[in-house]
């Protein structure tokens, strides 16, 4: 008998300088876009020209979330490429969500970015955020954790990370399978210890690392 899929379950297991932000980074932060409970029409009246700021800054970082996450997603499906034009490729990547969410406006941003990367495309080098992840290495990161001037950029790397992670899960195990929130913090820490045993890595290298030790909590199984 097939079992049913949980939604929001997962399990860490771990073995035992700054880049420039366009946005400011201590507007990376969103726990209802981080947990699939951001929905489309959210992003949508926050994409239109007269919209209220607060609606377009939550937007951009939507937009920084998708493309974080479809990078992730990319890396697993051995598909992800990055676009020098980051301008238009995350234009592309917008105008797939706004596709999906046209006439689904309660459904999550998860749900809509995991239609974007159905169909695999170079994601933007740089967002609007202004994070590379293949520039952005782990000493700054630590550097920057420790910085009162920078601790916010730190904050977006994690941000950006977290996406990733939530990508891999998606090809790895299932697209409907969301790693919760409250799971963030075992991320972050595993991205602390590992940044500061390897600080030439990239942010890149070193969240996919990490994003092949988690797995869901119940036993692996067919999903058809």
């Not at 740089?126 to 952005?136: A, E, S, V």
């Not at 990490?210 to 692996?220: E, F, K, L, N």
Request: proline share 5%; with cysteine.
């Amino acid at each position: 008998m097939k079992k049913p899929l949980p939604r929001r379950i997962i399990f860490i297991f771990f073995a035992a300088s700054a880049a420039l932000f366009s946005l400011p980074a201590a507007a990376v932060s969103d726990r209802r876009i981080e947990d699939a409970r951001f929905a489309c029409l959210a992003f949508i009246k926050g994409e239109q020209e007269k919209a209220r700021p607060k609606a377009i800054r939550r937007a951009q970082v939507a937009r920084f979330w998708v493309v974080s996450f479809l990078t992730g997603k990319f890396e697993a499906d051995e598909v992800l490429e990055f676009s020098e034009q980051s301008e238009s490729a995350e234009s592309d990547i917008v105008a797939r969500v706004k596709e999906f969410c046209s006439g689904r406006e309660n459904v999550s941003i998860h749900a809509a970015a995991v239609y974007a990367g159905e169909s695999p495309r170079p994601l933007p080098s740089t967002t609007d955020i202004g994070l590379d992840p293949r520039i952005y290495s782990c000493a700054s990161y630590s550097a920057d954790r420790e910085s009162r001037k920078y601790r916010d950029q730190a904050k977006a790397a994690e941000f950006w990370a977290f996406a990733f992670v939530q990508g891999n899960i998606s090809v790895r195990y299932h697209p409907r399978v969301v790693v919760s929130v409250s799971d963030k913090r075992k991320i972050v820490r595993a991205l602390k210890a590992s940044c500061a045993r390897n600080p030439t890595r990239n942010l890149l290298d070193q969240t996919a690392e990490i994003a092949y030790r988690v797995r869901p909590d119940w036993d692996q199984g067919d999903w058809d």
